[in-house]
T-cell receptor, first 112, second 110 residues
């Protein structure tokens, strides 16, 4: 089955700095890679995703990159703000798997 | 309208009791899931149903029994609750490829 590793487990940055979270996956059949943000006491929410036919995708201050050859993908947050503080999960899924496999999460703290 | 709603939000119960968590989705999609989030925040899939049919069971103890009366509902019944069952349980529906999660049920077994 799919195995997703996520690093780092915790990340602390100063407001305005950039943050990068990296994930690797094992199943070459995986073709969909979403990222979820979970604020304290709330549900995980999909913030951005990328499919295997695309190398990079941006949405305002967040971007995701995918390297299919190396089987890794990353989340980049620029100009971080205190409200970006949350747990971020990467995930990977194949079209026929019927489920997403999640990384273990990264706790991001943005210090004002 | 909330796309995925689950009740109750909090559940405190004694060991050995039986409890249920209800989930309803109005996404119009056939697939629903139960995920467990432990104290370390890890998200682990428990079950997946597609149009009332079980398609994924991730080696969950048989004390946990999902029930899907129709494709908009997926309830979770837990028998003989144990201390280790304490966690947050999320129901999710699938819209496109991504998930929409319910607000979660924090289960505390004492």
């Amino acid at each position: 089955g799919e195995n997703v590793e996520q690093h780092p487990s915790t990340l602390s940055v100063q407001e305005g700095d950039s943050a990068v979270i990296k994930c690797t996956y094992s199943d070459s059949a995986s073709n969909y890679f979403p990222w979820y943000k979970q604020e304290l006491g709330k549900r995980p929410q999909l913030i951005i995703d990328i499919r295997s036919n695309v190398g990079e995708k941006k949405d305002q201050r967040i971007a995701v990159t995918l390297n299919k050859t190396a089987k890794h993908f990353s989340l980049h947050i620029t100009e971080t703000q205190p409200e970006d503080s949350a747990v971020y999960f990467c995930a990977a899924s194949a079209a026929n798997a019927g489920k997403s496999t999640f990384g273990d999460g990264t706790t991001l703290t943005v210090k004002p | 309208d909330t796309a995925v709603s689950q009740t109750p939000k909090y559940l405190v119960t004694q060991m050995g009791n039986d409890k249920s968590i209800k989930c309803e989705q109005n996404l119009g999609h056939d697939t629903m899931y139960w995920y467990k989030q432990d104290s370390k925040k890890f998200l682990k899939i428990m079950f997946s149903y597609n149009n009332k049919e079980l398609i994924i069971n991730e080696t969950v103890p048989n004390r946990f029994s999902p029930k899907s009366p129709d494709k908009a509902h997926l309830n979770l019944h837990i028998n003989s609750l144990e201390l280790g069952d304490s966690a947050v349980y999320f129901c999710a529906g699938r819209l496109g490829y991504g998930y929409t999660f319910g607000s979660g049920t924090r289960l505390t077994v004492v």
